[in-house]
């Protein structure tokens, strides 16, 4: 997330990171090893849950194991949640696949026009209307490989 | 299920800049904001 950051900051997207560790915990990993990985300080604040109360809210406390697993949650300038993403702790998530969503709902809100499976930035968008209905197939072809 | 639906709002401790503050998501209205959680520090992933 930390490596992201940049890319995140440029879109006007602000972090926030959350584990159920103490915030000393927090200020003593960023000091001996993220800040060794990446070459900076952590750039934004990493929030304590302890309890688990926050992760359960967001359906992601794991009560027997006591810890928030991976959940990514989206939240867009009027507080509504557009996109979430949950793994189980062995996996690490994509930075540049959290980048391509928050692109795709900004280009959304801004324009009206909706992406279609797989558009990367630049590539074509749809603007849904009665004419559109049914019609897809002649706008718009999934990309081969 | 959360998506479409207005975030929960919390407020806890964090850790940023050297400091020790409280952050509340409500603080973050007007802006795009990723809330990111994961099982525990010093993990590996």
């Excluded at chain 1, 090893?33 to 990446?38: H, I, N, P, T």
């Excluded at chain 1, 750039?43 to 991976?70: C, E, H, N, W």
Aim: aromatic share 10%; charged share 25%.
């Amino acid at each position: 997330m930390a490596v992201g950051y940049g890319k995140l900051k440029e879109m006007n997207v602000e972090v926030l990171s959350v584990s159920t560790d103490s915030v000393y915990s927090h200020k003593i990993w960023n000091e001996s090893e993220l800040s060794k990985m990446v070459g900076f300080d952590m750039p934004f604040p990493m929030v304590s849950d302890q309890g688990g109360k926050i992760g359960t809210l967001y359906d992601v406390y794991d009560v027997d194991a006591g810890i928030d697993i991976r959940g990514r949650f989206l939240i867009d300038p009027e507080g509504i949640i557009q996109a979430q993403e949950v793994l189980s702790p062995p996996v690490g998530r994509n930075p540049d696949e959290l980048a391509r969503q928050i692109k795709a709902f900004q280009h959304h809100q801004k324009t009206g026009e909706v992406m279609p499976s797989g558009w990367v930035e630049g590539g074509q968008t749809l603007k849904p209307s009665p004419d559109l209905a049914g019609n897809v197939w002649k706008e718009w072809k999934p990309p081969t490989k | 299920m959360l998506v479409t639906k207005q975030a929960p709002n919390f407020s806890g401790m964090a850790f940023h800049e050297g400091k020790i503050k409280k952050v509340s998501l409500e603080d973050y209205r007007g802006k795009w904001v990723v809330l990111c959680f994961y099982p525990g520090d010093f993990t590996f992933v």
